[in-house]
């Protein structure tokens, strides 16, 4: 049976959603639904249509799985709750102080409409959040690191974009080369936030924005550059477009323990992730998440999840058996 997927936002990350489901012969794309003006989309995909995104709910009964694609700093948290309540919905929530909460939100909605929502699914929180598990599970009383980029931060880029005065901005995260060689060393240096990673922000202001104003409310943010030092560079649009037009990022998930009765064997675990297009990548772990979410609901599961809570067959489209003998 091939699974419907319906799009929530069609930017960067709503449109690698619909590059995704083209590699995904059990996916299809249903519908987009958009904020602006319908006709204003062109889409990829033949035959599939755009919709307001008012008209969302009245398609319940044509979507299986319906994949938020919007930021974290205002949408996730309201439209989250709200579309479970239709559908069975995946989102990308990445500010990680508030996931318990966007948690007890969507559980409570999805449990009441009896849909499944899988939160906080992309690369981290995702698929780190997974490594760093594993890694702790494996190596218990060792200590975790996780370093980002250089790259672009999607959610970040996106919370400057809504300060009042900004036009357009991107947001590298940059990790300390000091830290990291620490690290790799296993010798389980204590690090601040602000001593693993530094914060670069390129912003186009509007024509007579207060400057010194969007500095302050950049660098004051709580959740997002409050922590770390932080660079704002104020450009034109043409300067961005010529040099940050590119969505790039990665990182690295390091966890250092030790084994034997005295602990005198040393290990070190290392993930690490090279991306050309971060919204790419993240809405291909948003679409193997949505399999999943369609599987779960149809085995009469509701309520919320996290990535923690999905056994990794239920991402595949490849029967068990086939992959009990190609993988494991």
């Given at each position: 049976?091939?699974?419907?997927?319906?799009?929530?936002?069609?930017?960067n990350?709503g449109?690698?959603v619909?590059c995704a489901i083209k590699?995904?012969p059990?996916?299809e794309?249903a519908?987009v639904?958009?904020r602006?003006d319908?006709?204003?989309l062109?889409?990829l995909t033949?035959?599939a249509?755009?919709?307001?995104?008012?008209?969302?709910p009245?398609?319940?009964?044509?979507?299986?799985?319906?994949i938020?694609c919007?930021?974290?700093?205002?949408d996730?948290?309201k439209q989250?709750?709200?579309?479970?309540?239709y559908f069975n919905?995946i989102d990308?929530?990445?500010t990680?102080a508030?996931?318990?909460?966007h948690?007890?939100a969507?559980?409570?909605?999805?449990?009441?409409?009896?849909h499944?929502g899988?939160i906080?699914?992309?690369?981290?929180?995702?698929?780190f959040?997974?490594?760093r598990?594993y890694?702790?599970a494996?190596?218990?009383?060792?200590?975790d690191?996780?370093?980002w980029g250089?790259?672009?931060?999607?959610?970040?880029?996106?919370?400057?974009?809504?300060i009042?005065?900004?036009?357009?901005?991107r947001?590298?995260?940059?990790?300390?080369?000091?830290?990291l060689?620490a690290?790799?060393?296993g010798?389980?240096?204590?690090l601040?936030?602000?001593?693993?990673?530094?914060?670069?922000?390129?912003?186009v202001?509007e024509?007579?924005?207060d400057?010194?104003?969007?500095?302050?409310?950049?660098?004051?943010m709580p959740n997002y550059?409050a922590?770390?030092?932080?660079?704002?560079h104020?450009?034109?649009?043409?300067?961005?477009?010529?040099?940050h037009?590119?969505?790039p990022?990665?990182?690295?998930?390091?966890?250092?323990g030790?084994?034997g009765w005295?602990?005198?064997h040393k290990?070190?675990?290392?993930?690490?992730l090279?991306l050309?297009?971060?919204?790419e990548?993240?809405a291909?772990v948003?679409?193997?998440?949505?399999?999943a979410a369609?599987?779960l609901n149809q085995e009469?599961?509701?309520?919320?999840?996290?990535?923690?809570?999905i056994?990794?067959?239920?991402l595949?489209?490849i029967e068990p058996?086939?992959?009990r003998?190609r993988?494991?």
């Amino acid at each position: 049976m091939t699974i419907r997927i319906g799009i929530f936002g069609y930017g960067n990350l709503g449109k690698g959603v619909e590059c995704a489901i083209k590699h995904n012969p059990d996916l299809e794309l249903a519908a987009v639904f958009t904020r602006r003006d319908p006709k204003s989309l062109s889409l990829l995909t033949e035959g599939a249509e755009v919709y307001s995104a008012e008209k969302a709910p009245s398609m319940k009964d044509r979507i299986d799985v319906m994949i938020l694609c919007g930021g974290s700093a205002t949408d996730l948290p309201k439209q989250t709750p709200e579309m479970v309540q239709y559908f069975n919905v995946i989102d990308s929530f990445d500010t990680h102080a508030n996931i318990p909460t966007h948690f007890d939100a969507v559980d409570q909605a999805a449990r009441k409409n009896h849909h499944l929502g899988i939160i906080s699914a992309g690369w981290d929180p995702g698929m780190f959040s997974l490594n760093r598990l594993y890694a702790s599970a494996v190596l218990p009383g060792g200590k975790d690191y996780t370093f980002w980029g250089k790259g672009v931060s999607q959610g970040h880029s996106d919370a400057i974009r809504r300060i009042e005065g900004v036009r357009d901005a991107r947001q590298y995260t940059i990790p300390v080369d000091q830290a990291l060689e620490a690290v790799r060393s296993g010798s389980n240096p204590d690090l601040s936030t602000r001593q693993k990673h530094t914060r670069e922000c390129f912003v186009v202001a509007e024509p007579g924005a207060d400057l010194q104003k969007i500095q302050q409310t950049i660098v004051n943010m709580p959740n997002y550059f409050a922590d770390y030092d932080t660079t704002v560079h104020f450009i034109t649009e043409e300067e961005l477009l010529r040099d940050h037009a590119g969505i790039p990022h990665g990182g690295f998930v390091i966890h250092s323990g030790r084994t034997g009765w005295n602990d005198e064997h040393k290990h070190v675990i290392e993930y690490s992730l090279k991306l050309d297009s971060n919204p790419e990548f993240t809405a291909s772990v948003l679409v193997a998440y949505a399999r999943a979410a369609y599987r779960l609901n149809q085995e009469g599961q509701c309520g919320c999840r996290s990535v923690f809570d999905i056994a990794p067959s239920y991402l595949s489209a490849i029967e068990p058996a086939e992959l009990r003998r190609r993988f494991l």
